[in-house]
């Protein structure tokens, strides 16, 4: 098997992990967490191949944040039957959004600058936000579901950038996801 084989299978592995992540993830199953620590382990290879370094190092964050998530999930469910949703107000996005503009800027200038990186600049807007979405779906913040759609949608391009066409392939898919799992925290919020 070639290494063009090999990266293919890997990416079909990466991407089923992926999806199974996100489908628990909307289901609000706990499970997500060991999927998604699976999957990231995969992207780590896939993306330090492609030459998308901060996407690189955004998988081993997923991967901690998997372990974090998925005790962060196990506490909530032995104190409660539902897992608790929340929100954050308007100052907090500024914030959030703030810090994620100015990151981006600064390791997409160093990228550009000392390494031989693929859209430095993209590949630090995607990680960064996705730092912040990934830490609000382990604290079960509603407008998670918002931040992946943004972040996904950009990703989408910077992933066929970088000829990984079935990950883009699963980043439209995502988007789907993302509009259902949405309306499914909603309710859950409003209920509670």
Avoid at 63 to 71: L, P
Avoid at 75 to 81: G, L, M, P, Q, R
Avoid at 138 to 166: G, M, P, Q, T
Wanted: charged share 15%.
């Amino acid at each position: 098997m070639n290494f063009e084989n090999l990266f293919f299978f890997l990416e079909i592995g990466a991407v089923f992990l992926a999806v199974a992540y996100l489908l628990l993830a909307v289901r609000r199953d706990i499970r997500c967490w060991i999927a998604g620590i699976m999957s990231s382990s995969i992207y780590f290879v896939l993306m330090f191949t492609a030459n998308l370094y901060m996407e690189s190092i955004l998988q081993i964050f997923y991967i901690f944040m998997g372990v974090y998530g998925f005790n962060q999930w196990k506490s909530d469910i032995a104190n409660t039957e539902e897992i608790s949703i929340t929100t954050w107000n308007l100052k907090t996005h500024l914030i959030v959004l703030g810090i994620i503009l100015i990151s981006s800027y600064f390791a997409g200038y160093i990228l550009d600058t000392y390494t031989d990186a693929k859209l430095p600049f993209l590949d630090s807007l995607t990680t960064f936000g996705a730092l912040f979405a990934t830490y609000m779906v382990a604290k079960k913040i509603l407008e998670n579901w918002i931040y992946w759609f943004l972040i996904d949608s950009v990703s989408i391009y910077l992933f066929i950038e970088r000829e990984l066409y079935l990950t883009s392939i699963l980043f439209c898919l995502y988007l789907v996801i993302i509009i259902f799992g949405f309306r499914s925290w909603l309710a859950v919020f409003r209920a509670g």
